[in-house]
């Protein structure tokens, strides 16, 4: 029998394998956006486990589903040839001998046999091009959906599925890290070490997941950056009474003329808030195309969601200290009236990053809900997962500033202008050979983590000052 009998493919036409081969990616796309979805919640089921063991939304169940999973993490963990020499100090991997089938196998094709050989197989490969890096191996053994595909889809499927997990490798790590997802036990059972990813200092983990921006093309994690000085995120707007005529009331407030809620319809005030789930799901990433830091999303999104708020430092509108990110507050029964200016420069959230373009997929509306009125990130159309944001920003913005749109759309209003060969932000260009990528450069010892980690934060900052 043929070792690789798995693996043959049919006598097809090249129309046919094309067509089959774009099914294959689109499968293999939802794949990863079920991962995403997956480790968000197992992540929140252990935060609450932790932190929280007598909520009420802990139950019996939710606790042995869980407690399940981190056996089956386990058990495909297990499934990697030699993992078990992971404990051995300075040992130097030898290369295994995945694609060899045993004896007893050839001789004896049961299903299950073959179907588990195939899966071993698979996961070796997938660990071998991670860079054996048995962290990352954990965070995505901990999804269903990574399990399931190693065990049943078909070779043109799983490959497409492992090229988007080794291109998407920092975004998946920096995700759970962010989330705190419990990774590192699984890679020390197997006496595998688990080195500590940093940023400005701080563990990543100790991160809100808005204070990282991830570059896919370098593979590289950084925090954004304004002016030199590192940009907080915040949950809401903040109002500081020193910028405003004494007695100002803060005019983010509703108003009997705001008419009604936008989620209750009720008149009067209430305690509604937006639901902040979307943002879960919503990646800080780095353009390679000169637009600077730009926001992926990571799930599908319906025509009309909200996908969140708009926040900053609450400013009067005759302010002009923030003509980069700011943002008119406008009435939401009288269009085009200003109450005061948002600006997210220093202190704001993920919705000051997101790009323009001349076919945006999103736009700003001016919603009251519970107490507040906030300008509202909503979908012009339906999204696609891995699908950047992009709003219109307006003619008067790049008059002012006299830049050329670099949206690149096939309706871009500068498209017959002739090429500016001057790019709004720098393309920082660092090997994806580092620490983030690379767990066996990353700091071995605490004497040295901060000094590594800062040199490289520091290489990254010359790029940007180019």
Known sequence: MDKNWRFMRANISREEDERRQRQAEIKAKGMLRALYRQINLIANIQLLRSENPSSSALTESLIQRDDQNKGNAFYTLNMLPGVHRLSKKREKFRNIPIDDWPEWMKNQPDR????????????????????????????????????????????????????????????????????????????????????????GGRDVETLHP????????????????????????????????????????????????????????????????????????????????????????????????????FLGEVLPSDSNVDPIYSL????????????????PKMYGNWARFVNHSCEPSVEFVSRTIGDRIFMMVEAKRDIAAFEELTIDYGSSYFERKQWRCLCGSDRCRDMDQPNDPRKPHPIPVISPSNPYRCWEQRPKNAEDQRRIWRTHEEVWAHQQRR
Not at 164 to 183: D, G, P
Not at 295 to 308: C, E, H, I, P, S
Not at 329 to 336: A, D, F, H, I, Q
């Open 112 to 199: 299950w046999q073959i179907g588990y050989k195939t899966t071993q197989i698979r996961l070796a490969r997938l660990w071998e091009s991670m860079g054996r890096d048995t962290e990352m191996f954990a965070i995505c053994a901990h999804a269903l959906v990574f399990r399931g595909s190693a065990w049943k889809e078909t070779p043109r499927v799983w490959s497409a599925f492992e090229k988007l997990l080794k291109e998407n490798f920092v975004s998946i790590l920096a995700f759970a890290q962010t989330r705190r997802l419990e990774a590192k036990y699984l890679a020390h059972a197997v006496g595998a070490k688990a080195y500590p990813i940093m940023l």
């Open 210 to 309: 808005h204070q990282v921006v991830v570059n896919l093309r370098c593979q590289h994690l950084r925090q954004p950056v304004f002016d030199g000085a590192r940009q907080k995120n915040i949950k809401f707007y903040i109002f500081n009474p020193d910028n405003w005529p004494l007695g100002t009331i803060d005019p983010t407030l509703r108003t009997p003329e705001d008419s009604r809620c936008d989620r209750c319809s009720s008149l009067n005030l209430c305690n509604c808030v937006y639901s902040n789930f979307s943002m879960l799901f919503l990646e800080l990433v780095e353009c390679g195309d000169g637009r600077g830091t730009g926001v992926r999303t990571l799930d599908n999104f319906a025509k009309g969601a909200r996908l969140g708020a």
């Open 328 to 343: 008119g507050l406008e009435s939401k029964t009288r269009p085009g009236r200003l109450r005061a200016v948002i600006s």
